[in-house]
């Protein structure tokens, strides 16, 4: 039963637009939601996260919004570059005494053309 | 300041073989997670170490096995090594609470022959 869903196994952005990655899960009790991206031979390097009493955090070229109602989250990047292509993953979790047990989609592979 | 770092990088063991793997957290981090991704996929939850204790654990057979020591660091031991548990094994390690970000090493990537 797969919790975390990204449908997009691939997304292709020209440099200097806008990359827009998607995330649905299916647990109600998840609160709290990252974004991580990999290159190949590294380990996944934090991007961003919100909670859920949230709908919309932002950092630098990085925004995430999340609507709750419809149990989706989205990552966008403006402007993309070159650099940013990578698998991008999404992540959740529940309120847990020590800390997240993250449960993570499959990824998209972003690649931005210049 | 160090990040996660895991050791060994590489690891190619036989089917049946015992493997250990180690982890040293982030400066100021005490708590120790392992995941396990396959090929294709996300990372996978395997068990989290908090003072020195097993404190959460996912979906995961007895084969694998989890120990932390009084520096925080980590070691993940799989037994009786199946084809099947051939991925690369990341740790990440955090604070002891909810909400906050999960740092990742590199990863050790086995292969099981």
């Known amino acids: 039963d797969q919790q975390v869903k990204q449908n997009s196994p691939s997304l292709s952005v020209q440099e200097g637009r806008i990359s827009i990655l998607n995330c649905d899960y299916t647990?109600?009790?998840?609160?709290?939601f990252l974004w991580y991206k990999k290159y190949p031979a590294e380990g996944p390097t934090f991007l961003i996260s919100?909670?859920?009493?949230?709908d919309k955090n932002e950092d630098g070229r990085f925004t995430v919004f999340l609507n709750k109602s419809a149990k989706h989250l989205s990552l966008h990047i403006v402007p993309s570059q070159p650099g940013d292509s990578a698998v991008y993953f999404c992540?959740?979790?529940?309120?847990?005494?020590?800390?997240?047990?993250?449960?993570f989609g499959a990824g998209t592979i972003l690649r931005v053309k210049s | 300041d160090a990040g996660v770092t895991q050791s060994p990088t590489h690891l190619i063991k036989t089917r049946g073989q015992q493997v250990t793997l180690r982890c040293s957290p982030k400066?100021?981090?005490?708590?120790v997670s392992w995941y396990q991704q396959a090929l294709g996929q996300g990372p996978q939850f395997i068990f989290q170490y908090y003072e020195e204790e097993e404190r959460q654990r996912g979906n995961f057979p007895d084969r694998f096995s989890g120990h932390q020591f009084p520096n925080y660091s980590s070691e993940l031991n799989v037994n009786a090594l199946l084809l099947g548990d051939s991925a690369l094994y990341l740790c990440a390690s955090s604070l002891p609470s909810a909400g906050t970000e999960a740092f990742f090493g590199q990863g050790t990537r086995l292969t099981v022959v």
């Open positions: 647990n109600s009790m998840f609160d709290y």
């Open positions: 919100i909670s859920s009493i949230k």
């Open positions: 400066s100021g981090h005490d708590t």
């Open positions: 992540a959740a979790s529940e309120l847990a005494e020590y800390g997240n047990k993250l449960v």
